[in-house]
Structures are given as structure tokens and as C-alpha cells.
């Protein structure tokens, strides 16, 4: 369950199915040997979109489930809108900050940067977990998995349980003042520098 990846091994036609585990700091891949049929569930834009195939057809077919309401356990109480006005798992841009970026000032340098690209702000969980920014902005292993066009990963170190949630990006730029962070593995353009002078530029 909840895969980053799926491969299929060639000599034996077995399912590969790449996930987290240990918390995150690891990834296992499991290999089911023995037992049909195989299965795997991924999390929502770990995967492309397949192109659309327009010559597509299939029958419609409706089914009553004759349930009624007093057979469901669950009741819906009250409906709480969210408060939040984006949904960050398919925005186009994501200019997103880490523990680098020092504090909640710092993400209104990430946010003016985000505004003049169309894009929207990110973060890394210790973000998140200190209070910077609420959950809806986390990418990772325990936030959102993205798929943007551009991702901008700023102060942030690249841990893997961050870099499992957006590697899918078609153009990584990474600006750190660690030369050996691991952001810069996966980085299509790598920016030793401090932020707060790169992100002005």
C-alpha cells in the first residue's frame, strides 16, 4: 500500500512495488514471489496521467444498491468548508521552503516569488511541524505527493521522505548553501547560494 513506485521485474514478470517504511528513512522494495494475483495501491499523482485515448468506448451500466439510509453506521453530522483556496497536488508551480528558510517571514519572500510565477507555496514537514505553515502547504511522505512543472525547493535539505512526494516534478531547481545536500541528486539546476540573495535575483 501506498507505493511511490511500480516496476515490473523483466525475468520474472514479478510486481515491484517501491514504498516507505521505517518511518520514511528508508525504501523497500517488495516482491511478490509466490502468491496471485498482485496488487498495489499509489498515492494520488505518484504516477503520470496516461494520455487519453479518444477512440475509448465502454458500456454504462447502473446499479441499484437498494440501501437504506438507516442500514449506514455513519451519519454526516455538519459540513466544515476548508479555509484553504488551492490545491497544491496539481498547481503547475510550487516555490517551497524548508528549515532553511528560518522562520514565517521568510515564506513571504517564497510567496511574492510564487505570485510572480503563478505558482503556490510549498513546505517540507519541519515547516509544518514548527508551525510555519499549515498541513495543506507539506509535501512529502506525510503530505501531498506533486507532479508540477516547475518545483523550486528552497532551504531544503532533501530528505527522503521529502523527495518521494515530489521527484515527479519535470524541472527540479534547488537553491542551498550546502553543496552536498541531497536536493541536488535529484535537481535538474543546483544554486549553492543563500536564498535570501538568489530568490531577489
Not at 40 to 66: C, Y
Amino acid at each position: 500500500a501506498d507505493c511511490t513506485e511500480l516496476a515490473i521485474d523483466g525475468n520474472k514478470k514479478i510486481l515491484a512495488a517501491t514504498r516507505p517504511t521505517f518511518g520514511g528513512n528508508l525504501m523497500a522494495t517488495i516482491l511478490c514471489q509466490t502468491k496471485r494475483p498482485q496488487m498495489a495501491t499509489v498515492r494520488p499523482r505518484v504516477l503520470p496521467l496516461p494520455a487519453p485515448l479518444p477512440k475509448a468506448n465502454g458500456e454504462l451500466i447502473t446499479h441499484l444498491l437498494e440501501m437504506k439510509e438507516e442500514d449506514i453506521p455513519v451519519k454526516v453530522v455538519r459540513f466544515i468548508p476548508s479555509e484553504v483556496q488551492f490545491n497544491i497536488e496539481y498547481a503547475d508551480v510550487i516555490v517551497s521552503g524548508g528549515r532553511g528558510v528560518g522562520g514565517t517571514d521568510g515564506f513571504k519572500l517564497l510567496q511574492e516569488l510564487a505570485d510572480r510565477l503563478g505558482g503556490v507555496v510549498g513546505a517540507s514537514r519541519p515547516v509544518v511541524d514548527a508551525g510555519w505553515l499549515p498541513h495543506e502547504h507539506q509535501v512529502g511522505q506525510t503530505g501531498k505527493t506533486v507532479r508540477p512543472k516547475l518545483y523550486i525547493a528552497a532551504g531544503i535539505s532533501g530528505a527522503v521522505q521529502h523527495r518521494v512526494g515530489m521527484s515527479g516534478a519535470d524541472f527540479i531547481l534547488a537553491i542551498n548553501t550546502d553543496p552536498n545536500a541531497p536536493i541536488f541528486q535529484i535537481a535538474d539546476l543546483a544554486i549553492v547560494g543563500d536564498l535570501y540573495e538568489v530568490i531577489p535575483e
